[in-house]
């Protein structure tokens, strides 16, 4: 096997600002047979999701970065050994092992041993309990995984005492292969009785570096009390959501506002065109189409909402590209509506009925995601009445657009029943102040209530 | 008043040809011969030079010009130095204006742009004119030029239109003749396309099918019959 040609596959500059991506999902296990151009895996970025195709024709060698993990543009993902020069798949797996579990204790490799590098989170803390390696014991569950049993095992033949001084060094390690046997030992404050199941919260702190974290595996806790936690995955995706989130409200210092709108003639303008449109067009007439164009007009006249702080300067976008917040069953996506002061309604309608499709058939590109500079998020679709939403960073301000409810409202000293629907605005107080806000939503509230009858969605 | 046009596609015509046919084509409809016209085509990469006669907006040499086998015409329309090429869509509206209430030869203008921002709205594309300076835009970009000549009738009173639009559908189009000339000699703003625009391909074809209907609406024809050239797609097409 050591005279085998192998080639070294590195993370490829995907996109021009591309730094690094992430490892979402590998396609091809070490010994799987790859042909060039076949996706091997999965990588995340920015949110996206894109398929890293193979250069070569090849088995799978070695996983150089595991799943979950941020590899910098040009550094080895995997090796794949050269097509010809390559044994038997079943020789490969072997070879492979070491990088995903490198166990002292060569286990008596009997049968399957795919399961070997698996830990369930009652293992990790039993193990964390007692000091133990896990890398060091025999597994002999299915595929080679190690149960409790054999952690307990494992200890009665001494095996934890000696560990225990290797355990406390362990953090130190953190930068080696393995993406499991860090983990208990990343979080020494944590007493096993009170085992949260977040432990390696504490180690992403800082933000930065969130994905080298291991990936905590989504089994149920095997508690004393019977199952009281569940244990979920935390997604790249998620990964990206939490840092976004993180970055935008330790940087920006929000504030927030609120102005409510009478959207009666909306309301009545769309059900005129709604059915007809939908005919013709094939796709919905929504009523975030109309608060678009809204909104986008307003920023015309208010450019500084269409801004990003760039701490000497204020640096102003001149293409309006809208972000639309597009949320998914566990996740939210901002997928980009490119120059919206160039569409009309029925431009405006086509794009999102595009983005979100994408968005829930998880196919969007790179492209859909970038550029945006102010966002809107359609929080009325879930019911919300009134929403506090975090900056899209590094955008100046973003825009909810809620419920729309039927309501008492005084006209001209008389009550009048109207359909009222409240705009929710956050923004970057470094660039935005009130005042021009206020001028701003009140922009939008007069576009809003400025459809008629007569208005032309073309 | 049931006034009807005659519509014709070509995907290719050189720009002397069109020229000449043009030109025949207004002298039989001067002479009550021949029905108004819209020829649609798209030329080979091809410069023309318009009555402002502006050399410096010329950036290549002739040498040049000849070497990437681009045409070079000083033609009799209003305007600049504008491109065609493959990938753009020009159409020559010969129509009559006369009898029609008032002359108004800005308004036809006006009516040419109008075509080109209902056809874009139909996309979703907001589209719109720039004051000073005619064509139709989208944003700062131009996508369709516009420069018309107005030949005076010698045998009735009015006149009939010559030359027409040039419609950038093809992206990257820009990349292409644009560069070589400051189009219509405004120096500030960029050209753009459809495709580029709606951020998808589509065929030069499709939109000279597509576009006749927005032009018989603003123009008030009621009926288009297509005229018979031979390679025509929309001689079969039923308007």
Known sequence: MSNQKFTDMVMPQLAESLVSATIAKWLKQPGDKVEQYEPICEVITDKVNAEIPSTVDGIMGEWVAEEGQTVAVGEVICRIAAAGTAGAPAEERPQAEPHTTPAPVQAEASGDQSMRGRYSPAVQSLAAEHGVNLSAVQGTGMGGRITRKDVLAYIENGGGATETGRAAEAPAKREVHSPFEGLPHANPAVRPEQYIPVPPASSRQSGLHMTESPRIPAVELEDQNGRAETMIDVTPIRNAIATNMRQSVSEIPHAWTMIEVDVTNLVLLRNKLKDEFKRREGYNLTYLAFLLKAVVNAIKDYPIMNSVWAVNKIIVKRDINISLAVGTEDSVMTPVIQRADQKNIAGLAREIEELATKTRQGKLKLEDMQGGTFTVNNTGSFGSILSYPIINYPQAAILTFESIVKRPVVINDMIAVRSMANICLSLDHRILDGVICGRFLQRVKENVEGYTLDTKVY | ?239
């Open chain 2, 1 to 239: 008043m049931t006034t009807k046009l005659e519509v014709s596609y070509t995907p290719m015509m050189d720009y002397g040809a069109a020229w000449d046919l043009q030109k025949s084509i207004v002298s039989r409809i001067d002479l009550g011969e021949q029905q108004e016209t819209l020829l649609l085509l798209q030329h080979p990469p091809t410069y023309t030079i318009g009555s402002q006669r502006h050399p410096e907006h010329l950036l290549l040499s002739k040498e040049q010009l000849e070497q990437q086998g681009i045409g070079l015409f000083e033609i009799d329309r209003g305007g600049d130095i504008t491109y065609h090429g493959p990938g753009q869509l020009v159409g020559y509206p010969l129509l009559l204006l006369a009898g029609k209430e008032g002359l108004d030869l800005h308004g036809y203008l006006r009516n040419l742009e109008q075509v080109i921002i209902n056809y874009l709205a139909h996309y979703g594309i907001e589209a719109g004119r720039k004051p000073e300076y005619t064509g139709v835009w989208v944003g700062d970009l131009k996508i369709c030029a516009i420069g018309v000549k107005f030949n005076k009738c010698k045998h009735q009173r009015g006149f009939v239109t010559s030359h027409g639009f040039a419609f950038n559908i093809t992206s990257g189009i820009q990349n292409e003749g644009f560069q070589g000339i400051i189009p219509c000699g405004i120096q500030e703003y960029g050209v753009t396309s459809l495709e580029d625009c709606i951020g998808k391909p589509i065929a030069v074809e499709k939109v000279a099918e597509e576009i006749v209907p927005f032009f018989t609406e603003v123009f008030g024809f009621e009926a288009v019959s297509a005229q018979g050239a031979e390679e025509s797609p929309l001689k079969s097409a039923g308007y």
